[in-house]
C-alpha cells in the first residue's frame, strides 16, 4: 500500500501511539506531550511528559491510558481529563513497557526480571509487594506482553506464559513446563500477529530470527536467506515492528536502524519482501497502529503520521519503487 498524510507533529518523530477505541481516537506522545487526535488529525493537548527523547509503551484499561518512558509512568484520565505522573511511593522505578490483563496494568523495569501490577482498574496505585520475578531464568524481561489472556515475560534468552491464578491479591501465576529457550532481541519489535504476536527472537546459541508465537513455542517466520542478512547485522536490539491486514494477508514490518533496511512478512504466501522509500535504503515507516479501520504508521525521521493506503500510488507523494525477483 502507499501512504498518505493524515497528521503532523513537526520536525522530530514521535514516540508512540495507540488507538483507544471507547472514543474513536488516538494518543500519540511527541517529545514531551501527550496529544490526542480525532479521525480528522485534530490535535488536542492532554497532558506533559518528564522526558522528551526514546520510545514509549502505552496502553489502557478503558478509562485511563497508561505511559511509560523507561523513567516515568504516568496515568491520563479519558473522563475526567486528568493527565498525572504516578507518585505512589511503591510504583517501581524505570519502567519501560506496560500492558493490560483482567483488570491491571503490568509494567517491566529496565535491567530487571521483576514486573509488577497495579491495582484494579487503577494505574495510579500500586502495592510493594504486588510483584513477581520470571522464575525459568535470570535473564532481565525485556518486555512484558499479553496474548490470547496469558501474560508473557520476555526475557533476553527465554521467554515464559503466566496464566491467570485466581488470587486476589496477586492474580498471575507462572504455567510450568512451557517456558521455551528464546528470548526477545528487540523490544520494539513484538506486534501482534494472526491471532497471536510476533518478534524478533534470539536462543543462547546466539542465533536470531523473526517468529511468531504458536502455542508456547516461537515457529519461525524467516528464511535462510533472511537470518543470514539479520544475523550479519553488527546490532539489531533496535528493530521496531508493526503489523496490519491487507486484502485478507496478514503483514509483519520490520526495521532494521543499524542495518538500515525494513522488510515485509505476507503470512498468507509466506514470502518476504525488502521495503524501501523513494531515494532511501529502508522505509520510512518507524512504528504502526490500528485506527478506525485503518492503520496509522509514524515517519521516523520527522513527526508525519500516515495512513497505509492500498489505492494509494505514491509514499505522500514520492514515487514508489517497485521490483520482481525471480528465484530462477
Known amino acids: 500500500?502507499?501512504?498518505?498524510?493524515?497528521?503532523?507533529?513537526?520536525?522530530?518523530?514521535?514516540?508512540?501511539?495507540?488507538?483507544?477505541?471507547?472514543?474513536?481516537?488516538?494518543?500519540?506522545?511527541?517529545?514531551?506531550?501527550?496529544?490526542?487526535?480525532?479521525?480528522?488529525?485534530?490535535?488536542?493537548?492532554?497532558?506533559?511528559?518528564?522526558t522528551t527523547t526514546g520510545r514509549v509503551s502505552m496502553t489502557d484499561n478503558g478509562t485511563q491510558v497508561m505511559i511509560v518512558d523507561g523513567t516515568?509512568?504516568?496515568?491520563?484520565?479519558?473522563?475526567?481529563?486528568?493527565?498525572?505522573?504516578?507518585?505512589?511511593?511503591d510504583f517501581p522505578a524505570n519502567p519501560t513497557t506496560v500492558t493490560f490483563l483482567a483488570g491491571r496494568f503490568v509494567v517491566s523495569l529496565s535491567g530487571s526480571s521483576r514486573f509488577y501490577v497495579s491495582d484494579m482498574y487503577d494505574g495510579i496505585s500500586w502495592q510493594?509487594?504486588?510483584?513477581?520475578n520470571a522464575e525459568t531464568s535470570p535473564d532481565a524481561i525485556n518486555g512484558i506482553w499479553e496474548s490470547n489472556g496469558q501474560l508473557?515475560?520476555?526475557?533476553?534468552?527465554?521467554?515464559?506464559?503466566?496464566?491467570?491464578?485466581g488470587a486476589a491479591d496477586f492474580p498471575f501465576a507462572v504455567v510450568q513446563g512451557v517456558a521455551t529457550e528464546w528470548g526477545l532481541a528487540a523490544r520494539w519489535s513484538v506486534a501482534k500477529y494472526d491471532n497471536t504476536f510476533a518478534c524478533l527472537i534470539r536462543n543462547r546459541m546466539?542465533?536470531?530470527?523473526?517468529?511468531?508465537?504458536?502455542?508456547?513455542?516461537?515457529?519461525?517466520?524467516?528464511?535462510?536467506?533472511?537470518?543470514?542478512?539479520?544475523?550479519?547485522?553488527?546490532?539489531?536490539?533496535?528493530?521496531?515492528?508493526?503489523?496490519?491486514?491487507?486484502?485478507?494477508?496478514?503483514?509483519y514490518v520490520i526495521n532494521f536502524g543499524i542495518g538500515n533496511a525494513t522488510w515485509l512478512y505476507d503470512g498468507s504466501t509466506g514470502?518476504?519482501?525488502?521495503?524501501?522509500?523513494?531515494?532511501?535504503?529502508?522505509?520510512?515507516?518507524?512504528?504502526g497502529f490500528s485506527f478506525l479501520n485503518s492503520t496509522i504508521v509514524?515517519?521516523?525521521a520527522d513527526g508525519n503520521l500516515y495512513r497505509l493506503t492500498k489505492t494509494a500510488l505514491t509514499d505522500n507523494g514520492a514515487s514508489i519503487e517497485r521490483s520482481v525477483t525471480s528465484e530462477t
Open 72 to 89: 516515568y509512568g504516568y496515568i491520563y484520565n479519558t473522563v475526567t481529563n486528568v493527565f498525572a505522573q504516578i507518585v505512589d511511593v
Open 206 to 251: 546466539g542465533q536470531v530470527m523473526v517468529a511468531k508465537i504458536s502455542g508456547y513455542l516461537p515457529e519461525r517466520i524467516s528464511n535462510d536467506d533472511l537470518d543470514s542478512i539479520i544475523n550479519g547485522y553488527t546490532d539489531v536490539s533496535d528493530a521496531s515492528a508493526y503489523s496490519y491486514m491487507l486484502g485478507g494477508h496478514p503483514m
Open 271 to 287: 514470502i518476504w519482501s525488502k521495503l524501501k522509500g523513494f531515494g532511501i535504503n529502508r522505509h520510512f515507516a518507524e512504528f
Open 128 to 132: 510493594a509487594l504486588n510483584f513477581a
Open 152 to 165: 508473557i515475560p520476555q526475557g533476553d534468552r527465554t521467554m515464559e506464559f503466566w496464566g491467570l491464578s
Open 298 to 300: 509514524s515517519d521516523y
Open 1 to 50: 500500500p502507499g501512504t498518505t498524510l493524515f497528521t503532523n507533529f513537526g520536525a522530530t518523530p514521535c514516540r508512540g501511539g495507540m488507538e483507544f477505541d471507547k472514543l474513536d481516537v488516538m494518543y500519540v506522545v511527541h517529545r514531551g506531550t501527550l496529544w490526542e487526535v480525532n479521525n480528522a488529525g485534530v490535535q488536542t493537548n492532554r497532558g506533559t511528559l518528564l
